[in-house]
């Protein structure tokens, strides 16, 4: 599903095995686990892998490199889910790289194509220079999106793929340079690392940076 997901449709009642074929030119985390697959061979090539796909589990995988939005509270339509928060699902690379963007306009008229009212964040981690994420928005027009501030908030950033615990998390943004100690969670086992309410916007400009 476009070039972040890797999806293997079950398709035969009673299933509770699938074999995936995983492209080795990228690493790959379990949605659900969040866990990095285990693969071995070389670069560019692909291996296939059995996995487990019983009747609650459809195997869905994270390409390294990738950074998906999402909402997660159950709604009975998406017009509901319009003022959700999101959270952040950061799958590291090979070089501790990863980027994503996420789409913005009001989702219910046709304001994006008639008046250019509409943004685009891009989002952004280099562990490699301490950023764990940053986001920049472009704009459709100088004043579009104007009902954004206060809304389109990100209630968690998760980051799969980091090795080591950092000493501290700091909050940079666009109208303070002042560095902000974000509070963290950081399974050493998993190697999975859990922002909890940092408090921005993904229509406003921010960074997220890591000490150690």
């Known amino acids: 599903i476009g070039s972040a997901l890797l999806v293997k449709p079950v398709t035969s009642a009673g299933t509770t095995t699938s074999q995936v074929l995983f492209p080795l030119s ?9 866990q990095r697959v285990e ?9 296939a892998k059995t996995v487990e796909s019983g ?34 699902y ?22 994006h194509e008639k008046r250019g009212d509409y943004g685009v964040a891009t989002f952004s981690s280099d562990l490699a220079s301490s950023i764990i994420i940053q986001n920049s928005v472009t704009l459709g027009n ?20 980091i090795a080591s615990e950092p000493k501290d998390i700091t909050l940079t943004t666009q109208s303070s340079a002042t560095a902000i100690p974000v509070e963290f969670q950081y399974d050493r086992e998993s190697q999975i690392l859990v922002i909890r309410k940092p408090d921005v916007s993904a229509s406003n400009q921010w960074a997220i940076h890591f000490n150690g």
Request: aromatic share 8%; proline share 5%; glycine share 8%.
């Open 90 to 111: 950061i799958a590291l690379n090979n070089e501790m790289k990863a980027e994503g963007t996420l789409y913005m306009d009001d989702e219910t008229t046709f304001d």
């Open 39 to 47: 693969l071995a061979g070389a670069p560019g090539t692909y291996v």
């Open 55 to 88: 009747i609650d589990k459809i195997p869905v995988y994270q390409r390294g490199g990738s950074i998906i939005p999402r909402k997660l509270r159950l709604r009975r339509s998406s017009y509901l889910m319009i003022n959700d928060p999101y959270t952040i």
């Open 142 to 161: 100088e004043n579009a999106l104007p009902e954004s501030k206060g809304k389109r908030m990100i209630e968690r950033i998760v980051v799969m793929g």
């Open 26 to 34: 990228d690493c790959w985390f379990d949605v659900d686990t969040m």
